[in-house]
T-cell receptor, first 112, second 114 residues
Framework: EAQVTQNPRYLITVTGKKLTVTCSQN?????MSWYRQDPGLGLRQIYY???????DKGDVPEGYKVSRKEKRNFPLILESPSPNQTSLYFCASSTGKRTEAFFGQGTRLTVV | AQSVAQPEDQVNVAEGNPLTVKCTYSVSGNPYLFWYVQYPNRGLQFLLK??????LVKGSYGFEAEFNKSQTSFHLKKPSALVSDSALYFCAVSGLGGYQKVTFGTGTKLQVIP
């Protein structure tokens, strides 16, 4: 089954403790993105990747890092999480800007 | 810069009535426009897209959207609403300038009343 898999689905952590949210897709898509969803703000793009080793900032990249060492994986790294990064995070993949994105199930992160 | 506006936070419609969820956009050049739906505790699911061609786009679950270039709008429509259509709907735009700078609207909650 074609899918985008994020882990973990739920995470509660403390301020400053580094964490990684994993994202993997099995569709051989070139393009992958990370979004955060906040009430009243919709989805905002954090980072995106056009291919292996090619990444770029979205609208809200501060406090986040990404890497794309393999085509299927696109982890999101929070090196020093802060409470304002409490949010619902989505990973997505697609074959290009003209094509629809496939979204993961989401990761609900709480930073206390 | 590109942007998307969904002017209604919530739309209420009676089951069986037609529904419209509004979206307007701003982008340089020709837009690529998308509608996604989000059910509770789920990721977003693709409904339909406009790339080029016919201004009326048909998508999943009986939804369609009308592209209007002069009004820079891409409203989502359905002739007869179902209770199961109740969800959060997002409009998104991708324009020129490389992949895949995608901008989403703030979302519209659709409530279909039995």
């Amino acid at each position: 089954e074609a899918q985008v898999t994020q882990n973990p689905r739920y995470l509660i952590t403390v301020t400053g403790k580094k964490l990684t949210v994993t994202c993997s897709q099995n569709m051989n898509h070139e393009y992958m993105s990370w979004y955060r969803q906040d009430p009243g703000l919709g989805l905002r793009q954090i980072y995106y990747s056009m291919n292996v080793e090619v990444t770029d900032k979205g609208d809200v990249p501060e406090g986040y890092k990404v890497s794309r060492k393999e085509k299927r994986n696109f982890p999101l790294i929070l090196e020093s999480p802060s409470p304002n990064q409490t949010s619902l995070y989505f990973c997505a993949s697609s074959t290009g800007k003209r094509t629809e994105a496939f979204f993961g199930q989401g990761t609900r992160l709480t930073v206390v | 810069a590109q942007s998307v506006a969904q002017p209604e936070d919530q739309v209420n419609v009676a089951e069986g009535n037609p529904l419209t969820v509004k979206c307007t956009y701003s982008v340089s050049g020709n837009p690529y426009l998308f509608w996604y739906v989000q059910y509770p505790n789920r990721g977003l699911q693709f409904l339909l897209k406009y790339i080029t061609g016919d201004n009326l786009v048909k998508g999943s679950y009986g939804f369609e959207a009308e592209f209007n270039k002069s009004q820079t709008s891409f409203h989502l429509k359905k002739p007869s609403a179902l209770v199961s259509d109740s969800a959060l709907y997002f409009c998104a735009v991708s324009g020129l300038g490389g992949y895949q700078k995608v901008t989403f609207g703030t979302g519209t909650k659709l409530q279909v009343i039995p």
